[in-house]
T-cell receptor, first 109, second 113 residues
């Protein structure tokens, strides 16, 4: 299973787009990229997942590079409630997810 | 409201005692999971179950046991054999699709004194 690398922390101004990078250079062809976030001391919340194509939902957009070695999660208009730890996970199925330490995103007023 | 409940939110036990953490879901999901989270770390899979009366070990199953007698319930027992049981424990559920959203409960913070 592929391991992911994320910066430990990032800041973003409220109302601006937050762009969270993730490297997954060893990802295999059948492994998806998932993003979850965890607000302090709560259970993680699913955000989005993708395989090859860019994906968008009501929460975020996921941009995956053509070689699939990296991706970016975009929160288009960050609010204070988006302050959380964001996890990028590469895995073939729900039973094979390897969670790293994530990126602590702090939204500043 | 559909969701996953875990109880209690905080649990304290003396070293050497077994303790059982509760997890219930009303999402009609077949798959359920238990994860452990240590401070500043990501989640690690302890056990998962895809069907009643069947479960599989995850990456760190030693010192833990589970049961799945009902579809809605997946309790986790932390036994005295677990060397470092103090952690945040998270239960999740999903459909059986290999790639699908996992829904998490609020977690139980276990402290062993």
């Amino acid at each position: 299973d592929a391991k992911t690398t994320q910066p430990p922390s990032m800041d973003c101004a409220e109302g601006r787009a937050a762009n969270l990078p993730c490297n997954h250079s060893t990802i295999s062809g059948n492994e998806y990229v998932y993003w979850y976030r965890q607000i302090h001391s709560q259970g993680p919340q699913y955000i989005i997942h993708g395989l090859k194509n860019n994906e968008t939902n009501e929460m975020a957009s996921l941009i995956i590079t053509e070689d699939r070695k990296s991706s970016t999660l975009i929160l288009p208009h960050a609010t204070l409630r988006d302050t959380a730890v964001y996890y990028c996970i590469a895995g073939g199925s729900n039973y094979q997810l390897i969670w790293g330490a994530g990126t602590k995103l702090i939204i500043k007023p | 409201d559909g969701g996953i409940t875990q109880s209690p939110k905080y649990l304290f036990r003396k070293e050497g005692q077994n303790v059982t953490l509760s997890c219930e879901q009303n999402l009609n999901h077949d798959a359920m999971y238990w994860y452990r989270q240590d401070p500043g770390q990501g989640l690690r899979l302890i056990y998962y179950s895809q069907i009643v009366n069947d479960f599989q070990k995850g990456d760190i199953a030693e010192g833990y046991s589970v049961s799945r007698e009902k579809k809605e319930s997946f309790p986790l027992t932390v036994t005295s054999a677990q060397k470092n049981p103090t952690a945040f424990y998270l239960c999740a559920s999903s459909t059986l699709r290999l790639v699908d959203t996992q829904y998490f409960g609020p977690g139980t913070r276990l402290t062993v004194l």
